[in-house]
């Protein structure tokens, strides 16, 4: 059984930064993609950044240049450095992590992070 613990939320000043950290236990063998999720009050839950095994990244637009999604494959564990956080930023960040074999999807309990004066 795969569990996903996330940490790294909290309340940080518009212009601020924060990380959070995403690790998996459990035996992972096969190939992954682990990635951000976030969903604002009233809002559909939306990709933010995600990252293969392999290394290959993807960012919404509205997080390019802003955050960096890292990965170490040991756990294996996921990476979000948020920089120039705006308000708009505001949302419960989920991990996902999906398996290539046997086809599995996990998610995280989800962590608050607040981008306010």
């Known amino acids: 059984q795969v569990q996903l613990v996330e940490s790294g939320g909290g309340l940080v000043q518009p212009g601020g930064s924060l990380r959070l950290s995403c690790a998996a236990s459990?035996?992972?063998?096969?190939?992954?993609?682990m990635g951000w999720f976030r969903q604002a009050p009233g809002k559909q839950r939306e990709l933010v950044a995600s990252i293969t095994s392999g290394g290959t990244i993807n960012y919404a637009d509205s997080v390019k240049g802003r955050f960096t999604i890292t990965r170490d494959n040991v756990g294996p564990t996921v990476y979000l450095q948020m920089s120039s956080l705006k308000p708009e930023d505001t949302a419960v960040y989920y991990c996902?992590?999906?398996?290539?074999?046997?086809?599995?999807?996990?998610w995280g309990q989800g962590t608050q992070v607040t981008v306010s004066s």
């Open positions: 996902k992590l999906a398996i290539a074999w046997p086809p599995r999807t996990y």
């Open positions: 459990g035996s992972i063998f096969s190939s992954s993609v």
